[in-house]
């Protein structure tokens, strides 16, 4: 994240130690983060983790039991949320189902006391920022709407409130894979073309690689990596986090005090090569995607080979993703492509030490 | 909740809830202080005053509990629970099926059934038991259409006890019915066709799945019923005759013929607190706001 | 589910039959009422049908001031019951404060209680603070039963809302009240008007209350239970009918007014230039 660091980009919202306690149950423990001027920050966890808490903070729904929310370096924890210049889209986007579609939008600005007309004016143009035809959905029911044009009015409606951070409550999650996929696009270029700071919140960490320009991963109450999602993708800080992007494979290994490892199978003990070298006795996790993996033909050399009867396979389409078995109990994922498909039962299985990390379990 | 975090509720501490949900409660609370709570306190109180007395400052005596328990009330308070228990029992076999129908069979029929049962909520009990004694009064529209069709004779069929439960039960049909419906509604529907699925008989079904999740609607339905018919009056009195005294009928009388209020409060605090032990031990058992549908805290 | 054709056609037949004896005396009032003779026996020829008892109900003044208290009481019991039932139910179902378990217990116990014995409680109550029962103790009698009922139906609808609706008027800058009066109230709306119709017409037919706290004043369940309780008299069933007719006519003026209420502010909305 080092990189990514530059003077223009100053924080717009600090988090300094925010913790909250529900009883006994620590939900978000003393987390630390930034989120700069005009960035598209995502953070991402999966359910339990404490990010729907922490952002009920940060918009100003929950009180912080300890720590400091600072925007634009002024203390806002008590803030209520009314007072605070910041907005969120919910989950559940809480459109008002008893007002139109551009009652809903002039909402803030009815509340900040704006003319009809200065109201129907900025209406107008949110409802054309987000294609949505304002003579044909100005005066529209919210029930008429669909799923989609919900979730552009709902970020009108936001937007109407002009607010210095966009907060998102996942809203897109309801939503099938495809309409999620354009709002997502869309979205990207809403926060690109208002050059406004928008803040996401989701348990996906697919949706935040495609929108964000940094990504924080949460779990249980703590953030495990920050960073930009391509940082992210490349050098996972632990095992979590690994695990959290996809399918991987993570070989459970004991230093032996050099650049190797042993992996302890139940049955037998592996010996691997590994990337980097293991205090003795010390124990990690090693990463290998299952795109690295690859089924080696005889006398083919690798850094690291390992004896596997293949149990299944699936079809990924232009891929072929094989569920083979190194010792009973203990299963590896590889992804081929079509055009090297194996119909053998039994194989040696390779990787190249470059193509495989060592991470903190 | 947003979250499926295992997360306890959001706390109320940001939005000022607490404040705003004890004010909100305030009006309600001060007019049953007011309308509920001091109106009780004064039947207790008086209840403890001497016979044939409408002061309220008085040294108190237990005159009035003594003069109970060695005349025949216990006689009217055992009828007015009886036909009570009776009540709600008749009310169960008749609503159990309706509802069940309600809530799980009929589709636009359900609603018709419900408003037609619901609008009679809104006529004047005395009117609709009137209705039955122009039924079954002797020349009335039983006994005439009987005797037109049939050319049998019948004499009056009111002033006796069925007719009492009868009036009870029609007059709180509605209090059993809408609970029940609610209560068979909350049993998903999945389960009962897994329980078929998996080889239960009708009976069976009904025995192990329907009974005990819909038993908060039985509670409720019967609770409702059983406490309104034990304090039930008209239908005593118009149906009945003077056939039985109920309970309500006594008190009425020491109110109003005797002129004796502290024997009248004596009488009611009991019958208050013979139906608030029955009440407190039922709701005890279960919570109604699962009843309602939403489960939250 | 499967349902069985010939389930449904039963279950039809048992319900049709519950609705005929539940209407059947309703149908002997009507047939009654308009019986000429003053001793009623069934059945009547039909030349005998008249309207005269409606006639005569109409006529009389003292049976117009029993519609004129019954009419008033029920009027104030639905403004007082729905106005505090409103936010008895933000109280029930809204808000989380400490109290609140505690409070949706004790909600309903109102309604768990005896009538007479509630009535003759604020008699004697009344009479402690010397004040004299006329018609508008009864409005406080009747306010303390049907307020828990209009509360119990507000709340349901309270239940239905999602909290995110008013979260997301206060994170758009909306205050406490302004949040109250554009999107809590508006949503309730439909509940209000269904807590009203309740109100008005519980209050209406009711008579164990109105006995014992309407004093020198009488509504119209107890003009009724004094004439039933005494004999038949002709007039009962007239005015019965009537009674009920006049609790049908109050709910469809009621939804009258709503219903245009509501197309006049859609109106106004649906034309901001």
């Known amino acids: 994240m080092a990189a990514s660091d530059s003077p223009s980009a100053a924080p717009i919202l600090d988090v300094v130690g925010v913790t909250k306690r529900f009883g006994t149950f620590t939900a978000v423990d003393a987390v630390n983060f930034g989120v700069r001027d005009g960035e598209f920050f995502t953070l991402v966890g999966p359910s339990g983790s404490g990010k729907t808490t922490l952002l009920r903070m940060l918009v100003g729904m929950e009180k912080p039991t300890s720590g400091e929310i600072r925007l634009r370096g002024k203390v806002i924890n008590d803030l209520p949320p009314n007072q605070r210049p910041t907005c969120m889209v919910f989950q559940s986007l809480a459109l008002f189902p008893h007002l139109s579609v551009g009652k809903n939008v002039e909402f803030p600005l009815e509340i900040r006391g704006q003319s009809s007309g200065e109201r129907r004016t900025r209406a107008w143009e949110l409802l054309k920022l987000l294609h949505l035809d304002p003579h044909r959905y100005y005066d529209k029911n919210i029930a008429q709407c669909s799923g989609g044009e919900r979730q552009r009015v709902a970020l009108a409606r936001a937007l109407a409130y002009d607010p210095e951070i966009l907060f998102f409550d996942e809203p897109l999650s309801a939503l099938d894979a495809r309409l999620r996929k354009l709002l997502q696009k869309e979205l990207k270029d809403i926060q690109r073309g208002t050059k406004k700071t928008f803040c996401y919140v989701t348990h996906s960490l697919e949706e935040a690689m495609v929108m964000s320009d940094r990504v924080a991963i949460l779990r249980a109450g703590g953030i495990e990596q920050i960073g930009r999602p391509d940082e992210i993708y490349a050098s996972p800080k632990n095992a979590f986090v690994a695990e959290f992007m996809g399918e991987v494979n993570l070989l459970p290994v004991t230093g032996g005090g050099d650049s190797t490892g042993a992996w302890d199978t139940g049955r037998k003990t592996l010996a691997l090569a590994l990337p980097a070298p293991l205090a003795a006795g010390v124990q990690k996790k090693l990463l290998i995607r299952p795109e690295s993996l690859r089924f080696l033909r005889p006398g083919e050399v690798a850094g690291n080979r390992v004896p596997v009867r293949i149990l299944n396979e699936f079809s990924l389409g232009s891929r072929i993703q094989y569920h083979v078995e190194v010792a009973p109990g203990h299963t590896l994922t590889v992804e081929r492509l079509r055009e090297e498909r194996t119909t053998a039962t039994e194989a040696e299985l390779g990787w190249e030490l470059a193509d495989s990390q060592l991470l903190d379990a | ?297 | 589910m499967l349902v069985t054709r010939t389930q449904r056609i039963g279950f039809s037949l048992y319900a049709g039959l519950v609705l005929l004896v539940f209407y059947f005396p309703l149908l002997c009032i009507i047939v009654a009422s308009l019986s000429k003779r003053r001793f009623f026996s069934f059945p009547y020829p039909s030349e005998q049908i008249t309207f005269k008892w409606y006639q005569d109900a109409l006529n009389s003044p003292q049976i117009a001031e029993f519609f004129g208290i019954s009419l008033r009481i029920a009027g104030l019991t639905a403004f007082f019951s729905v106005l505090i039932g409103f936010f008895a139910a933000l109280a029930y179902a809204r808000y989380r404060w400490r109290g609140r378990q505690t409070f949706q217990r004790l909600v309903l116990l109102p309604l768990f209680f005896p009538q007479s014995v509630l009535g003759l409680a604020l008699l004697m109550w009344f009479n402690f603070l010397h004040i004299t029962p006329a018609w508008w103790t009864a409005v406080i009698g009747h306010t303390v039963w049907i307020t828990p009922i209009t509360t119990l139906i507000i709340s349901i609808q309270a239940y239905g809302l999602d909290d995110a609706l008013e979260e997301a008027a206060r994170d758009l800058g909306a205050s406490r009240w302004q949040i109250l009066r554009k999107i809590t109230l508006p949503l309730l709306l439909p509940g209000m008007i269904s807590a009203t119709c309740f109100a008005v017409l519980l209050s209406w037919g009711n008579f164990a209350l109105s006995l014992f706290t309407t004093g020198a004043d009488s509504a119209l369940p107890e003009w009724l239970y004094a004439r039933m309780t005494t004999g038949y008299q002709p007039l009962v069933p007239a005015v019965g009918v009537l009674s009920v007719l006049g609790a049908m006519l109050l709910v469809i003026v009621l939804f009258t007014v709503v219903a245009w209420n509501q197309r006049r502010t859609r109106r106004l909305t649906a034309a901001p230039e």
Do not use: H
């Open chain 2, 1 to 297: 909740m947003k979250t499926s975090a295992p997360v306890p509720a959001p706390s109320a501490d940001a939005s000022g809830s607490s404040l705003f949900g004890a004010l909100a409660a305030l009006p309600f609370g001060a007019l049953m202080l007011f309308g509920f709570v001091a109106p009780l306190l004064c039947v207790v109180w008086f209840g403890f005053m001497p016979p044939k007395t409408f002061a309220l400052l008085q040294a108190p005596t237990l005159a009035n509990y003594v003069t109970i328990f060695q005349q025949t009330y216990f006689k009217s308070i055992l009828w007015s629970l009886g036909l009570a228990g009776l009540t709600v029992v008749c009310l169960l076999v008749i609503c159990y099926p309706l509802a069940f129908a309600l809530a799980k069979i009929f589709r636009g029929g359900a609603s018709f059934v419900t408003y037609a049962i619901a609008t009679s909520l809104f006529v004047s009990e005395n009117i609709r038991l009137f209705g039955w004694v122009i039924g079954f009064m002797k020349n009335g529209v039983v006994g005439g259409t009987l005797a037109t069709l049939f050319d049998a004779q019948v004499d009056s069929l009111l002033y006796n006890i069925p007719v009492i439960v009868l009036g009870m039960v029609y007059v709180y049909l509605p209090f059993m019915l809408f609970p029940l419906a609610l209560g068979i509604k909350m049993v998903p529907d999945q389960v009962r066709e897994a329980a078929f699925d998996l080889g239960a008989s009708r009976w069976q079904v009904f025995r192990k799945v329907d009974l005990p999740l819909s038993l908060p609607g039985v509670l409720i339905g019967s609770l409702l019923v059983f406490v309104l018919s034990a304090g039930a009056i008209a239908e005593a009195k118009i149906l009945g005759g003077q056939k039985v005294v109920t309970i309500a009928a006594d008190i009425e009388s020491e109110f109003t013929y005797a002129q004796n209020w502290p024997l009248g409060s004596a009488l009611s605090t009991l019958f208050i607190g013979l139906t608030t032990v029955v009440v407190f031990v039922a709701l005890a058992r279960f919570d109604l706001e699962k009843l309602l549908g939403k489960k939250r805290d």
